[in-house]
């Protein structure tokens, strides 16, 4: 399966059967039955190495959708910081945002996170194959 999102400033795309408008400006293709590449990866692990948008992020992936608004009285920052985070995490390819009426709702993409999990453990892979092969000609 294949999802690419193509994001202009609240342009649609479909998941699933399920249209979800962006509201962000960045182009992800995330290719889940092939390999992330590493700028990919690399933008996943710098969207959640900021403890707020990992906490941003947590509550996301805990119900079902939440807004802005709903954010911003949870977490105690400013609408213009969330909406920040927000875009860093919609441009990760971690959440989708939709836009209804005068409200964007925020909601996580599990797909990138179970892509990025296998990314991450095929590098650990790799990683722990070459410790064994310096061990062995040490």
């Given at each position: 399966?294949?999802?690419?999102?193509?994001?202009?400033?609240?342009?649609?795309?479909?998941?699933?059967?399920?249209?979800?408008?962006?509201?962000?400006?960045?182009?992800?293709?995330?290719?889940?039955?092939?390999?992330?590449?590493?700028?990919?990866?690399?933008?996943?692990?710098?969207?959640?190495?900021?403890?707020?948008?990992?906490?941003?992020?947590?509550?996301?992936?805990?119900?079902?959708?939440?807004?802005?608004?709903?954010?911003?009285?949870?977490?105690?920052?400013?609408?213009?910081?969330?909406?920040?985070?927000?875009?860093?995490?919609?441009?990760?390819?971690?959440?989708?945002?939709?836009?209804?009426?005068?409200?964007?709702?925020?909601?996580?993409?599990?797909?990138?996170?179970?892509?990025?999990?296998?990314?991450?453990?095929?590098?650990?892979?790799?990683?722990?194959g070459a410790r064994r092969r310096n061990r062995a000609t040490s």
């Amino acid at each position: 399966m294949i999802v690419e999102m193509i994001g202009c400033r609240y342009s649609g795309i479909i998941f699933g059967r399920m249209e979800f408008p962006l509201a962000s400006k960045a182009m992800i293709s995330l290719h889940l039955d092939q390999s992330m590449d590493r700028s990919e990866i690399e933008k996943i692990s710098k969207a959640l190495a900021d403890q707020t948008r990992l906490r941003i992020f947590e509550a996301i992936s805990a119900t079902k959708r939440m807004t802005c608004g709903e954010i911003v009285s949870m977490r105690g920052v400013t609408p213009a910081t969330v909406s920040h985070h927000l875009k860093i995490l919609s441009e990760a390819g971690l959440i989708a945002c939709r836009r209804e009426g005068q409200f964007v709702h925020s909601q996580a993409v599990p797909e990138t996170i179970t892509a990025y999990a296998r990314a991450l453990a095929k590098i650990a892979r790799g990683k722990k194959g070459a410790r064994r092969r310096n061990r062995a000609t040490s």
